[in-house]
């Protein structure tokens, strides 16, 4: 009876782990990089000004259905950022820009990204923002 058992266990723990399928999200060793970059328009559309967006939310969605972020970092001095630790997956990033027809006067700018291999790092460029 111990050796059915014991052959039954071993049995199982393969087909239980090789079920087990990752998905979007932390725990992986690829990254997603980028940069945000602002221009700021004066209530007539005219540029005010450029430069790289420093300390700027970005926010990660991990998978397409989500309705809310499950992640979101500051970005560096130089408009920089990123997210480090994913699967591979599908992903979607976002970040807000100044919207006056808008209710609450901002819309979400959404970029969709897809990381298809282990240990890489997808450049999503740079993220333009109308302030």
Avoid: H, R, W
């Amino acid at each position: 009876m111990k050796t059915l058992k014991f052959f039954l266990f071993f049995l199982a723990v393969p087909l239980f782990l090789g079920g087990c399928k990752k998905v979007e999200g932390p725990g992986g060793s690829s990254s997603i990089i980028g940069k945000v970059y602002i221009i700021d328009k004066d209530a007539a559309g005219n540029i005010i000004t450029e430069y790289d967006a420093q300390k700027f939310d970005v926010y990660i969605i991990y998978g397409t259905d989500g309705v809310s972020f499950d992640d979101d970092v500051e970005t560096s001095y130089d408009g920089s950022f990123k997210f480090d630790y994913l699967e591979e997956g599908t992903y979607q990033l976002f970040v807000y820009e100044k919207c006056n027809t808008c209710p609450g006067g901002k819309k979400a700018l959404i970029t969709n990204v897809e990381i298809t291999d282990k240990k890489s790092t997808v450049d999503v460029g740079t993220i333009t923002v109308i302030d």
